[in-house]
């Protein structure tokens, strides 16, 4: 889904956002001022207007209750929402990815505590993955409410390249390396990569880390262990991703690619490239970029290949769990309770839960096979649900599970390291010496 | 022309000079001064504050002493992004000066076609610094951009994806962006130098490079002064361009000081740490703007027409 990824886009305007944006909350929008509660999401279609229209069904079911919604664009957001948070002007319902970023909501005492809400609602906590709830998470404590839809990281590959190749996809990571050359020989990259991104790259490291040492490896850095990035697994898996790289199994300039321009995905349709690691929303973005590229059945889709002699399950995933609700503690007790009757009733209402598997996402609702299998993009819906539901372990990205400091200098370090510009070894000091952060 | 009209009588525009200058000048400038304490003066005493807390941005602001300062200047991330905003500097200064003298003393002119051709070269600094990222960007890509295009392989280079190229074109795009203001700059410093000089150089026998050098040249001395105070303490807050184009990348080759200080304090959550970026930041572009004021002399702000 665009929307997923333009929240790492990256605008030059930045620079004058904390500035003008620190300006413009002066005055408007501070908890009290009006009676209603204040909603603040991302804009971008379609995700944009699945949003307002929950919303205004909430609003016009219970006219005494009002929610008032503000849209804002992604990487704008996440500034805008940190600095009103710290001054103290916050929304009621705060947008959110979880993770660490709610992490450090929780410890300045920002956002309110719903763990006793959801023990009287056990119904609202019944019907979503479980799995998602580890984000929401923060010492046991729940502090938001999983909403919108499940994505999972996903290998994707173009069929018309394989059949053209005479070769069929990796089951393994001894494959991926022998194919490496064999595509490269007739011209194509193997695997396309927007590394400008970064957090492209770190897809990679998350998989890899999983399946040769199993999800303990990162769990011991989340948990804050002493020197846990000099895991003999991780140091492994910090080879192996340097050995693709000097295997030229990305394509040539993937330093200089984003992917918010989506010149990733448009490798990978246009058959420059044959595989591409990305999150469940890429699907929607080849559906509508990529021609007929997934109407021909062209787009082939699987779970990351098994490292030969790992400790990690196969079946694990990594990425992002759901989007999260959280309520400001500084909000009145009135706007309090009006979130809460939207967590209850309006959240991924029925209308909500169509209109999200319409984009080719997955609510996290439990249940929704028969809508999914409904739909035509049933295969690919059908693939996530089981990812999803199946996975042992369903990790968050690195760079929302861990605090904003930490998830900079591992971004930054993965960027040195996919340029070979750092050892293995050097990644993990440089890693070790902010564990904890 | 001017003998007809009173109001321009020597006298009586002497005595209300004075007036002015002791009753209404001063209240003049009270907007200014307002805008400027607001919006300067206020926000680098908070700034200030703020270096010598740990605040993530979030929660309370819990003073630190000097915690933040200790952190950023050991960190050998400091010293190699105060290298690479040298560089830039110079690199920049040195691509843009030249040209820029070139080309404003070739549109000082007064023929018909160069006021066409000024306006042209003067359309970079129209375009915001992050379309301008957003279209070099597009341009350069190595699978879909110009060189790929077109077939040209010496154009379809990894030009953000190695350190070296990645950063010689940030020099290039910042002097594309910034050579039509400069040259603007000299245009008009070249059509304030009196033509007689011109004419009497002609009548000894100068050719229009002896003319360039031996007049064009030192006359646009304070000129040049101030178009590389501009150049030198604009070059500090090159943040939006580079951004967009590299984000400090590949592996931290073009990380300048400012970017540093924003993807510390708004990406990082360390405040405190940017806030200390940030003072060093001031500090260098003070010390920079004093120097070269010392260096064009304690008459560089005077007209330059006198004495001659």
Redesign the interface.
């Known amino acids: 889904m665009a929307n997923q990824l333009s929240r790492r886009t990256v605008l030059g305007l930045a620079a004058g956002v904390p500035l003008s944006l620190a300006l413009g909350s002066c005055g408007t929008s501070g908890p009290g001022a009006s009676s209603g509660a204040t909603y603040w999401f991302l804009n971008g279609q379609p995700q944009e207007g699945i949003r307002t229209g929950a919303v205004d069904r909430f609003n016009k079911a219970d006219p005494s209750e009002k929610i008032s919604p503000t849209t804002f664009q992604n990487d704008a957001y996440k500034t805008k929402i940190k600095t009103a948070i710290g001054a103290g002007q916050a929304p009621t319902i705060i947008w959110g990815w979880g993770g660490g970023t709610l992490r450090t909501y929780v410890k300045a005492g920002q956002v309110e505590d719903l763990t006793s809400w959801f023990d009287q609602n056990a119904k609202v906590k019944g019907r979503l993955f479980p799995t998602a709830f580890s984000a929401a998470t923060v010492d046991g404590k729940i502090y938001a409410l999983p909403c919108e839809t499940v994505q999972p990281i996903i290998m994707y590959y173009n069929k018309r390249v394989f059949d053209s190749v005479g070769a069929r996809p990796p089951q393994t990571w001894g494959e991926v390396m022998d194919l490496v050359p064999k595509l490269n020989a007739k011209g194509i990259a193997p695997f396309s990569l927007g590394g400008q991104s970064r957090w492209t790259n770190m897809m990679w490291l998350e998989f890899l880390f999983d399946r040769i040492g199993g999800p303990e490896v990162f769990q011991a850095v989340f948990d804050g262990q002493k020197d846990a990035w000099s895991n003999p697994a991780a140091i492994e898996a910090l080879t192996k991703v340097q050995d693709l790289v000097r295997a030229d199994g990305f394509i040539k300039g993937f330093s200089s690619i984003t992917a918010d321009s989506n010149a990733d995905q448009a490798l990978l349709y246009t058959g420059k490239a044959a595989m591409m690691l990305h999150g469940s929303w890429s699907y929607g973005i080849q559906q509508s970029q990529g021609g007929d590229f997934v109407s021909s059945g062209s787009l082939g889709f699987m779970n990351f290949p098994a490292v030969d002699g790992g400790k990690g399950d196969p079946s694990d995933t990594v990425g992002n769990p759901a989007q999260y609700l959280s309520i400001s503690s500084k909000a009145t007790d009135e706007q309090k309770k009006i979130a809460k009757d939207f967590f209850a009733k309006g959240v991924l209402d029925d209308e909500e839960i169509k209109q999200w598997i319409g984009t080719g996402g997955v609510p996290v609702v439990k249940g929704t096979q028969d809508l999914l299998a409904k739909d035509r993009n049933a295969e690919f819906l059908k693939f996530t649900y089981d990812i999803a539901s199946n996975a042992k372990v369903f990790a968050q990205s690195w760079d929302q599970a861990l605090s904003p400091t930490a998830a900079e200098t591992l971004l930054d370090n993965i960027s040195k390291l996919f340029q070979l510009s750092i050892t293995p070894q050097q990644f993990a000091t440089n890693l070790n010496a902010v564990i904890g952060q | 022309m001017a003998t007809t009209e009173p109001a321009s009588d020597p006298a009586a525009r002497g005595t209300r000079t004075r007036r002015d200058r002791g009753g209404v000048l001063p209240w003049l400038a009270a907007p200014a001064l307002v805008f400027f304490v607001g919006f300067a003066v206020i926000p680098l005493v908070g700034v200030f504050a703020l270096s010598f807390t740990t605040w993530?941005?979030?929660?309370?602001i819990v003073p630190s002493g000097l915690t933040s300062w200790q952190a950023v200047l050991t960190d050998p991330g400091l010293p190699h992004a105060l290298w690479v905003t040298f560089l830039v500097m110079v690199a920049s200064w040195a691509v843009q000066t030249p040209s820029s003298i070139l080309l404003g003393t070739f549109l000082a002119g007064y023929q018909r076609h160069r006021a066409v051709l000024s306006v042209v070269y003067f359309v970079p600094l129209l375009l915001?610094?992050?379309a301008i990222?957003i279209a070099y960007?597009?341009l350069?890509?190595?699978?879909?951009g110009l060189g790929a295009g077109l077939g040209i392989g010496l154009l379809s280079?990894?030009?953000?994806?190695r350190p070296a190229l990645?950063f010689g074109l940030v020099v290039f795009v910042v002097s594309w962006q910034f050579i039509p203001f400069h040259a603007l700059i000299y245009q008009g410093g070249v059509r304030q130098i009196p033509r007689s000089l011109y004419e009497a150089a002609q009548l000894d026998g100068a050719g229009r490079v002896r003319q360039f050098f031996t007049i064009t040249l030192p006359q646009l001395r304070y000129t040049i002064i101030t178009s590389s105070t501009l150049m030198v303490v604009g070059s500090l807050t090159f943040?939006?361009?580079i951004?967009?184009l590299?984000?400090g990348?590949?592996?931290?080759a073009t990380r300048v000081l400012a970017l540093d200080m924003?993807?510390?304090g708004?990406?990082?959550?360390?405040m405190g740490p940017a806030s200390v970026i940030a003072v060093i930041l001031v500090l260098v572009g003070l010390v920079l703007a004093l120097l070269l004021r010392r260096l064009g002399g304690r008459d560089a702000s005077q007209s330059q027409l006198e004495g001659v």
């Open positions: 993530d941005g979030i929660g309370a915001s610094s992050a990222a960007k597009a350069l890509d190595p699978n879909f280079q990894d030009w953000l994806g990645a943040f939006d361009l951004f967009v590299t984000e990348g590949p592996a931290d924003y993807k510390r708004f990406q990082a959550n360390l």
